[in-house]
């Protein structure tokens, strides 16, 4: 479910029963599933160049719900809207039965999300997303977020090259700092096709640039600039 988010999330305390302490390699284990991974990305800091100074900027975060993204904005004085793309895709409704097979129907999955008004964000962060939704939904979503995006906006978003194995976990992106994620590991979706690099420009045809940025793990961070 879409939500605009402009506070930070709140928890409560919950006591517990001290247990046995646990031996150091679980200690070590567990602390490095809690804090992640810390992954260097150029694309990130492209992305950001300039939010610092400007302020009331709206941003669609499409990955699973982070609150430090929402921070990240918020603190900055942003607007960022949060939707978890492949959460609201998985949803039983979205399935069509045809004569050979179920199919993902975008047409109704278009008319229960993304409904804003036209050129009304400044960025969007798709992260990987493209790479693991259905593939009927592929290109009518990058027709809808260029429709909804400004001219001048920025899209942020990975691919995968085909070195990638196809059981790679998913992560989940959260932005440590301006130039800086940190990942963690995410639901078990499938990683479901590979796009070479004329496939991404073709996914954003029309923009005014794409730029590419080659890492060491898999993955190539893109910025397109409508």
Known sequence: MLEKVRSLFQFDAVGFVTPRPPAPSQVAAHTAAVQGALRHSNGLREFLNGWDKAQGRRVLDLGCTSSANL??????????????????????????????????????????????????FDAVLLWDLVDYMPEPLVKPLLQRLTTILRPGGTVL?????????ADSPFLRYHIHSSDTLELRPGAPHRLQRIFNNRHVENLFHGYRSVKFFLARDNLREVIAIK
């Not at 960022?80 to 979205?94: F, G, I």
């Not at 978003?157 to 194995?165: E, K, L, W």
């Open 157 to 165: 978003a990975y691919f995968h090259t085909r070195d990638t194995g």
């Open 71 to 120: 921070t990240y904005f918020t603190e900055h004085d942003h607007n960022v809207y949060s939707d978890d793309l492949l959460l609201d895709s998985a949803e039983p409704r979205y399935q069509v039965a045809t004569e050979t097979g179920t199919v993902f129907d975008a047409a109704h999955w278009l008319l229960e999300n993304l409904q804003f008004a036209a050129e009304h």
